[in-house]
């Protein structure tokens, strides 16, 4: 039973154009979410979280949004280029979900291919 | 300031052989974490080890597989007795404190022939 859902394993966008990823949860015990960004053959690399306190975090071309009464968080990207070609993961936790906080519960994962 | 450090960087073990993979944190992390992501397949969980305790073994499989983390030197991820279907990428984490974010090494590939 999956918890975090990416239901699109791919997307394709062109280059200065805005990108939209997205991921829904099941688990409402959840209190944190974070996206992940992954090249092949490398480990994930944090891109940007945001708390349940909050409905919107951004931090230069990325923003995520949380809606947590659809219990959905998307990720924008934007304009989007090249380099952001990559597999990005949607990853939630909580305090008192079940598991630790420690403990980061992740989507199957977008792949993002931006064309010149 | 050096990442997290996995090694190997790729493993080849037999059935039944042991498999020892290394992950040095982050300096200043005291907080680690490994997952294992198969084919196609989302990073999955496994254990969560502040220094010399194993806070949260949930996603960790009950038999052939342990972990530790010393006070001294690299957090250790032991499989014993490997099976074909322990090949995988295993990643580890470490993080300053528990709710914040965590930053990934770049893997050990596992692979069982």
């Known amino acids: 039973d999956q918890q975090v859902k990416q239901n699109s394993p791919s997307l394709s966008v062109q280059e200065g154009r805005i990108s939209i990823l997205n991921c829904d949860y099941t688990?409402?015990?959840?209190?944190?979410f974070l996206w992940y960004k992954k090249y092949p053959a490398e480990g994930p690399t944090f891109l940007i979280s945001i708390s349940s306190i909050k409905d919107k975090n951004e931090d230069g071309r990325f923003t995520v949004f949380l809606n947590k009464s659809a219990k959905h968080l998307s990720l924008h990207i934007v304009p989007s280029q090249p380099g952001d070609s990559a597999v990005y993961f949607c990853a939630a936790s909580g305090k008192n979900y079940g598991g630790s906080q420690g403990n980061l519960i992740f989507g199957k994962g977008t792949k993002l291919s931006v064309k010149p | 300031n050096a990442g997290v450090m996995q090694n190997p960087r790729h493993l080849v073990r037999r059935r039944g052989q042991e498999a020892r993979l290394r992950c040095s944190p982050m300096k200043g992390h005291s907080h680690v974490y490994w997952y294992r992501q198969l084919p196609e397949e989302g990073l999955k969980f496994m254990v969560y080890?502040?220094?010399?305790?194993?806070?949260?073994e949930s996603g960790m499989p009950k038999e052939r597989f342990s972990a530790e983390f010393p006070k001294e030197g690299p957090s250790i991820l032991r499989i014993q007795q490997v099976v074909r279907g322990d090949s995988a990428a295993y990643f580890c984490?470490?993080?300053?404190?528990?709710?914040?974010?965590?930053?990934f090494g770049q893997g050990t590939r596992l692979t069982v022939v």
């Open positions: 080890l502040q220094k010399e305790n194993i806070i949260d």
């Open positions: 984490a470490s993080s300053p404190q528990e709710n914040t974010e965590a930053f």
């Open positions: 688990n409402s015990m959840f209190d944190y």
